[in-house]
């Protein structure tokens, strides 16, 4: 069974730290994975999103990277702030359907101040 | 209006009611998805429609009725429906280029369900 797993389920952090997330998934036949952020109550807001080729993106404090061979994802965050506090969700689609996203249960982060 | 919007935003019903969730994009997307979000569970792909046609219908029991009038609406018609699909409902947007591919996918800001 194609599944994505996210570890921690939540996270907590002082201000200013550099952080990782992590994602891995079952099958290493993706056709892309995404990392998306969800704040309390609201939608998702699509952060970076690797395609199979790749081996990393990156935009602004985050860098996102792929290592297929060995089903992972990591989400890089550096020097986090306050405003970086919501749920990280990663998101892979695998090769057969390029449109259906499986998405892991996500990680809550804090930043504290 | 920019990008994707669901209305409405809240929504409470009994088990008798039949409701519809509306959704919208103008993003000149040409497909569009309903996803549902439940507590302590992934979110899960519910219907697809690419070019106004469904492609995708992950199983979802038939009290819930996706339509897709154009390629900018997508609807989600409620009817019987149970406490246990109380939920997140988001819609989403992308390209299907001519090639076939499916391009990045841009969420609504979701409609919040409960059902007494």
């Known amino acids: 069974k194609q599944e994505v797993t996210q570890i921690p389920a939540a996270l907590s952090v002082p201000e200013g730290e550099n952080l990782v997330l992590n994602c891995s998934f079952t099958d290493s036949a993706i056709y892309n994975l995404q990392w998306f952020r969800q704040d309390p109550g609201k939608g998702l807001t699509s952060l970076l999103l690797?395609?199979?080729?790749?081996r990393e993106q990156t935009s602004g404090r985050l860098n996102a990277s792929l290592d297929k061979s060995s089903g992972r994802s990591t989400l890089y965050i550096a020097a986090s702030q306050p405003g970086d506090s919501a749920t990280y969700l990663c998101?892979?689609?695998?090769?057969?359907?390029?449109?259906?996203?499986?998405f892991g249960k996500g990680t809550l982060l804090t930043v504290n101040p | 209006e920019t990008g994707v919007t669901q209305t409405p935003r809240h929504l409470v019903m009994g088990m008798t009611n039949k409701k519809s969730l509306k959704c919208e994009q103008h993003l000149g997307h040409n497909a569009m998805y309903w996803y549902k979000q439940s507590a302590k569970k992934p979110l899960e792909l519910m219907f697809v429609y690419s070019l106004e046609e469904r492609v995708e219908n992950n199983s979802v029991p038939s009290r819930f009725s996706p339509e897709c009038p154009n390629s900018s609406h997508l609807f989600l018609h409620l009817h019987t429906l149970q406490p246990e699909d109380s939920a997140l409902y988001l819609c989403?947007?992308?390209?299907?280029?001519?090639?076939?591919?499916?391009?990045?996918?841009?969420f609504g800001p979701g409609t919040r369900l409960t059902v007494l």
């Open positions: 989403a947007s992308s390209l299907r280029t001519s090639g076939g591919t499916y391009n990045e996918q841009f």
């Open positions: 998101a892979v689609i695998w090769g057969g359907s390029n449109y259906k996203l499986t």
């Open positions: 690797i395609q199979s080729s790749q």
